[in-house]
């Protein structure tokens, strides 16, 4: 239970943090206090121009809204960044990090270790519950070790899927041990020794 708690700990703090965040701007967004891009580029420019050493200065190159903040793309000397600063030209962001990237990163490298370990995810196009399975990993789903078993035009089993001993759908193997059913990615990590 305490590994549960310290894997799901860190997720948690960031969804408070987005959630605190996104309160603060819209409770300011509410009281009026919105820059137009423009200005609050402006502002982000200006303070970091005052910050940075004289002989060098930022420009800025294109300002645009992105998910409840300004995105400031600017240039210093010749690299160009992106920032981030909040509608009310209070917060500035070096930096932000993309989690859906993440997600999709780590999705993609445990479809990948399931293939690597040898791991049979056996399935049918008619499947829901297969359907349900592939979900899960997302675009990284192009990488797990599916196996069809089934004829897309009879529906009848795959000689292949039977000589393994596949008798519903979806089942996984893991070292020549069948698991069938649906499992979840906690499951798949379990029974296969990857991590996710």
């Known amino acids: 239970m305490i590994k549960n708690l310290k894997k ?4 948690i703090i960031i ?3 987005v959630l605190v965040f996104g309160v603060y701007i819209y409770m300011d967004q509410r009281a009026g206090n919105v820059l137009s891009p423009q200005a609050a580029a402006k502002k982000a420019i200006d ?8 002989d060098v200065t930022a ?6 809204q992105e998910s409840g903040v300004y995105k400031v793309h600017l240039k210093i000397a010749d690299t160009e960044y992106d920032s981030y600063i909040t509608k009310d030209g209070k917060l500035l962001f070096s930096s932000a990090f993309n ?69 519903n759908f979806p ?15 906690e499951e798949l990590a379990e029974l296969s020794g990857c991590t996710y």
């Open 59 to 64: 420009s800025l190159l294109d300002v645009a």
């Open 171 to 185: 089942t996984w193997e893991f070292n020549g041990e069948k698991a069938p059913g649906f499992k979840t990615l």
């Open 99 to 167: 989690l859906t990237k993440q997600l999709e990163k780590q999705l993609e490298n445990f479809a990948k270790c399931l293939a690597d370990k040898g791991a049979k995810f056996y399935g049918a196009f008619w499947c829901s519950w297969c359907d349900q399975e592939k979900k899960l990993f997302g675009e990284a789903a192009q990488y797990l070790p599916y196996i069809e078993c089934s004829d897309q035009k009879t529906r009848e089993m795959l000689p292949f899927c039977q000589e393994a001993g596949v008798t």
């Open 8 to 11: 799901n700990l860190i997720p």
């Open 47 to 54: 303070f970091i121009n005052q910050t940075i050493e004289e």
């Open 15 to 17: 969804a408070a943090g």
